[in-house]
């Protein structure tokens, strides 16, 4: 199992992103994939987090600014950040669950950095 994540970069606060994270792996609507971010000396953390069941959680720090969503026709979750603020600046990952397999996977992290 490979996962791609995407769509980070250096944005002004009040700006948005959208990171994707592509998974190679049969069944991907059988997963849960979840968004976590790691700021520097800081330890990671769950962002947001959709279940197969299309079940969302999000941390408190990013209610009503970040959207999850998954399109399993294309093996992909997305996070969409809006008003982003400085201290969304840190490396995201993206994680995928699988309850089929008992497993569970790690992207390669990609960075946001919001400037003030």
């Known amino acids: 199992v490979q996962l791609q994540a995407s769509g980070g970069g250096l944005v002004q606060a009040g700006g948005s992103l959208r990171l994707s994270c592509v998974a190679t792996?049969?069944?991907?609507?059988?997963?849960?994939m979840g968004w976590y971010r790691q700021a520097p000396g800081k330890q990671r953390e769950l962002v947001a987090r959709?279940?197969?069941?299309?079940?969302?959680d999000y941390s408190d720090s990013v209610k009503g600014r970040f959207t999850i969503s998954r399109d399993n026709a294309k093996n992909t979750a997305y996070l969409q950040m809006t008003s982003l603020k400085p201290e969304d600046t840190a490396v995201y990952y993206c994680?995928?669950?699988?309850?089929?397999?008992?497993?569970?996977?790690w992207g390669q992290g990609t960075q946001v950095t919001v400037s003030s």
């Open positions: 994680n995928l669950v699988a309850p089929r397999h008992a497993s569970f996977y």
């Open positions: 792996i049969t069944m991907f609507e059988a997963t849960h």
């Open positions: 959709i279940l197969s069941s299309g079940s969302i």
